[in-house]
């Protein structure tokens, strides 16, 4: 399952800019091949390690919430970064990725 199918995820280009601030540095873009996205590699990886966390059953869900590991880690202490899931109050019943936060 894609992350678009399983979450409507608002401002997915801000998202993806607080998890590269808040993940160690890499090359997120490319050098030389133009695409409409401002991470277009931080973009396909976090599509796909959404993709391969659902098909191996690594989703936690609880409640209205739900989480997987991006497989990112903290720029400073080294931690794993969780891709978090509630339930938005507007959207009755729809997923949105409210915040991609770490955890220890």
């Not at 997120?28 to 390690?49: A, E, F, G, M, R």
């Not at 739900?66 to 990112?72: D, E, K, M, S, Y």
Request: net charge negative; charged share 20%.
């Amino acid at each position: 399952m894609r992350i678009f199918e399983f979450a409507k995820v608002a401002d997915w280009d801000d998202r993806l800019n607080s998890l590269a601030e808040m993940a160690e540095p890499e090359r997120w873009n490319y050098i030389h091949v133009p695409t409409t996205s401002n991470l277009p590699v931080l973009d396909l990886y976090l599509k796909y390690t959404f993709i391969r966390a659902h098909n191996q059953l690594k989703i936690a869900e609880a409640d209205q919430l739900a989480c997987f590991n991006t497989g990112l880690l903290t720029k400073n202490g080294h931690e794993e970064i969780f891709g978090l899931f509630t339930v938005s109050e507007s959207l009755s019943q729809i997923k949105s990725l409210l915040y991609i936060a770490f955890g220890a």
